[in-house]
């Protein structure tokens, strides 16, 4: 049988493409392939956890808008379909003089992206959240939490229900452009469509390779720690809190993060992963790596961002230096308050010259569409995201 679309990846922006594309064109026949034996495995079901609404991103870029969008439309979306979330609000804290600068213009920016932030006025930091210190800070209200590999769940459920096949477990091993059609290798299987769609996360760069694109990128997969507060400590914060983040850096910072179930985390950090899919405190794959220092743009990017990746890395390394990032905000925590939590793995698009890509970033060739790059807050934006694609995908089959 010839499908009319393949879609590789049930991470959030696959699963979101494939429940609107067949929700919007029932007669569709549609088949989505995962190779683990659930969605959610990868980065969407590794992450914070939170609905970004649109602080820090450049005006007029797809991410600002995106964002904004798919906070809106995660927030429905969780409504209707009673998927847990919570609107908490997000205070954005300034610890010293260079951050205060820093976090006046990350209000502006706020305000560019058309948010309503409110900036505290002196005191007010104490009372909304007696546990945490600074030198200013200010509210986004329009953040919040929410379970991500909930959403997928739902999303799977009802792209079924619409008719679309998904098959778990199967591995796409290959693929082939044809005048006529896709072929698409699982090991032993073969599947036909007229039209694919990649979504591939950590492993974009491998898709596009196994179709030979010359996608100009290679995905370098970076490590995000986390910490765990004991549960005696789950009423310590009632916002999300947040330092200000370096401007250079694709990295929001260690942040506290209150989660879905109760619990409060603690991170990420950012240090070099050596496993694109490796969670565990030690992990090494040696085709990653390979992969990996065989490319100028690894040795120029870490090169860029050395003191950053010290310090991180040691970080990492030593429980207390990363404790240090938090107390900056929250003094009370103590070592002996971290537990461990899974650590999640952010596929970074970097190109050969060592610029990351900040921005999505889809590539088209005549019956093929692949998501290159969907950084943070994807997992928020993946509506507006799956929306977007599905335009795409009706624009050139002209349905
Ligand atoms: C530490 C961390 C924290 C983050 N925090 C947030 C946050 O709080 N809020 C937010 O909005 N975003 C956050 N993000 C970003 C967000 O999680 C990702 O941008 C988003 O989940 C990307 O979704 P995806 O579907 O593109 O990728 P993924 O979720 O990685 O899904 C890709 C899927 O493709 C499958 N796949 C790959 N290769 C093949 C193959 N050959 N055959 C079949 N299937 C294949 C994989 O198994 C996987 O299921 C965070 C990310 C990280 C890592």
């Not at 600068?101 to 505290?120: A, E, I, K, S, V």
């Not at 507060?229 to 990295?251: E, G, K, M, T, V």
């Not at 971290?338 to 190109?351: F, N």
Request: aromatic share 8%; with cysteine.
């Amino acid at each position: 049988m010839k499908y009319d679309f393949i879609i590789i990846g049930a991470g959030i922006v696959g699963l979101s493409t494939a429940w609107q594309l067949q929700s919007r064109m029932k007669q569709t026949r549609i088949l989505l392939l995962e190779k683990e034996a659930a969605p959610a495995r990868h980065q969407t079901g590794h992450n914070s956890g939170v609905i970004h609404a649109g602080v820090y991103y450049e005006p007029g870029s797809l991410k600002a808008k995106f964002c904004k969008e798919g906070a809106h439309a995660t927030y429905d979306f969780c409504r209707e379909h009673g998927v847990p979330c919570e609107q908490t609000g997000k205070l954005l804290v300034a610890t010293d003089e260079a951050e205060m600068q820093r976090m006046h213009l990350l209000f502006d920016r706020c305000r560019d992206n058309g948010l309503n932030p409110r900036m505290l006025v002196p005191g007010e930091l104490q009372d909304l959240e007696p546990n945490i210190i600074g030198s200013g800070a200010f509210l986004v209200e329009e953040s919040g939490i929410v379970d991500f590999p909930g959403i997928c769940r739902i999303m799977l459920e009802q792209f079924r229900r619409d008719g679309g096949s998904a098959l778990l477990d199967t591995e796409v091993t290959g693929i082939t452009e044809r005048p006529d059609e896709m072929l698409v290798h699982a090991g032993r299987d073969r599947f036909r469509a007229d039209q694919l769609i990649v979504c591939g996360g950590l492993m974009a760069d491998r898709l596009a390779d196994m179709q030979g694109l010359q996608a100009g990128f290679r995905i370098i997969p970076y490590r995000g720690e986390y910490y765990r507060l004991r549960p005696q400590l789950n009423d310590l914060i009632s916002h999300l809190i947040y330092p200000i983040p370096d401007p250079a850096l694709p990295f929001l910072g260690v942040h506290l993060t209150r989660m879905i179930d109760g619990s409060i985390t603690i991170g990420p950090n950012a240090v070099q992963g050596w496993k694109r899919e490796g969670y565990g405190r030690v992990n090494f794959s040696l085709r990653d790596t390979a992969g990996m220092l065989s490319y100028p743009g690894f040795w120029r990017v870490s090169a860029r961002h050395l003191a950053h990746g010290i310090r991180q890395t040691r970080n990492s390394l030593w429980k207390r230096s990363y404790l240090w990032e938090v107390k900056k905000y929250c003094p009370q925590i103590e070592i002996a308050d971290l537990e461990p939590y899974p650590a999640g793995i952010r596929a970074m698009a970097v190109q050969r010259d060592g610029s990351m890509i900040h921005d999505f970033l889809i590539e088209e060739t005549p019956r093929s569409l692949h998501v290159c790059n969907a950084p943070s807050p994807a997992a928020t934006s993946a509506i507006p995201i799956g929306r977007h694609i599905c335009d795409m995908l009706m624009k050139r089959t002209g349905s």
